[in-house]
């Protein structure tokens, strides 16, 4: 479920919870071992490297491809005019 907080002058800064990845076939033990390692939401993933989340105990390199895709589609949804995400790009 989105946050969303008014910080003034009609700016909508909205936070993802990173449960959301579950949305696009994200397992919960998966979300768990993300939110161990500090992300707790969609930015925050998106935000992060390839390498840095490969370093999260059983993430391979093609569940850190899944993770990072899956968090780029969650950021997506975020209408444009009120998204201040940064959008998952390749490394």
């Known amino acids: 479920m989105p946050i969303e907080e008014?910080?003034?002058?009609?700016?909508?800064?909205?936070?993802?919870?990173?449960?959301?990845?579950?949305?696009?076939?994200?397992?919960?033990?998966?979300?768990?071992?993300?939110?161990?390692?500090?992300?707790?939401?969609?930015?925050?993933?998106?935000a992060a490297t390839r390498r840095n989340l490969s370093k999260i105990k059983g993430f391979s390199e093609q569940k850190t491809e899944k993770v990072k895709e899956a968090a780029g589609k969650c950021a997506v949804e975020i209408p444009h005019s009120l998204s201040t995400y940064p959008k998952c790009s390749p490394d």
């Not at 909205?14 to 939110?35: M, P, R």
């Open 6 to 46: 008014d910080f003034g002058d009609d700016d909508i800064f909205e936070v993802l919870d990173i449960d959301q990845l579950q949305n696009h076939g994200i397992g919960a033990s998966d979300i768990s071992k993300l939110k161990a390692s500090g992300y707790w939401t969609i930015s925050s993933v998106c």
